[in-house]
């Protein structure tokens, strides 16, 4: 079994534990690869606007096991609220060992000040309408569903899978506007209150990207999410990188066909 990797800093966000488009099986591969130092949990993790009792599958119920252990091993677990769990935003404050409930959080690193939040903040539909939010939340629960029996149709057919919500993302400019405007309203806020790094989820958009606000620099980071993207945020030794858990599956594999072949020569006559 390879060595963990032992990251810092993990910020996880938007897995949506408790609906079909939740790909917890490669989240749990994920947490099993790694043993962070703090685990932030930047909101949406069960999603209590779709939660069914008819659905919870064990590798769901694996992930939050998973957290625990995380927690019960010395790892300070930090739960961010969103808005897909906002009911746990009556608890904000609560703290129970290594692990606790907030609605933001600060942090130092190396010298400057990380603010850390989901992002729900900033959209309107979430505030004044709330009905016509979880509408949208449902309609994408389908679209995955969807688009999950469409990329096994082309797997194997011996195409590329397809991502339709992206497809869709990218080419309506209204939700293109609002990335580019919550990425805008985060930093300024950022730099106004004097952070040098704004940590953000809720778009389902992993970026890393250096902003500059009345000549002051920020850095905007989003974890993107475990329904689409498949990514998280660390920290370690100063740096920030996004982990493509895709991509790195990717590079793993050739490597691993390396090995057994390698073993399959030493081994025949």
Not at 183 to 191: F, G, P, R, S
Request: aromatic share 12%.
């Amino acid at each position: 079994m390879p060595e963990k990797r032992k990251p810092e800093i993990v910020v996880i966000s938007d897995v949506h534990l408790g609906t079909f488009g939740c790909h917890a099986r490669e989240l749990l591969e994920y947490l099993n690869s790694i043993k962070p130092q703090k685990l932030i949990l930047n909101g949406d993790i069960i999603d209590i606007w779709q939660f069914r009792k008819s659905y919870f599958p064990k590798a769901h119920l694996d992930v939050i096991h998973k957290i625990i252990e995380f927690h019960t091993s010395g790892t300070q677990v930090i739960y961010i609220t969103g808005n897909h769990d906002e009911m746990l935003r009556k608890f904000s404050g609560s703290v129970m060992g290594d692990f606790q409930i907030v609605d933001k959080l600060i942090l130092e690193l190396d010298g400057k000040k990380a603010w850390f939040f989901h992002g729900d903040v900033f959209d309107v539909s979430v505030h004044n309408a709330k009905w016509i939010a979880k509408l949208g939340g449902w309609g994408y629960d389908l679209l995955i569903l969807i688009n999950r029996f469409l990329n096994w149709i082309l797997v194997q057919t011996g195409h590329k899978k397809y991502s339709l919500s992206k497809r869709i993302k990218n080419s309506v400019k209204k939700a293109v506007k609002f990335i580019s405007d919550f990425e805008k309203t985060a930093t300024e806020l950022a730099v106004e209150q004097g952070y040098k790094y704004v940590v953000c989820g809720h778009i389902h958009q992993p970026k890393m990207i250096r902003k500059i606000v009345k000549n002051e620099t920020c850095l905007y980071l989003n974890s993107g999410d475990w329904v689409e993207n498949l990514t998280a945020l660390e920290y370690d030794k100063r740096k920030w990188r996004i982990y493509d858990h895709q991509k790195e599956k990717k590079l793993i594999q050739p490597n691993a066909a390396l090995s057994a072949m390698t073993i399959f020569s030493k081994i025949r006559p």
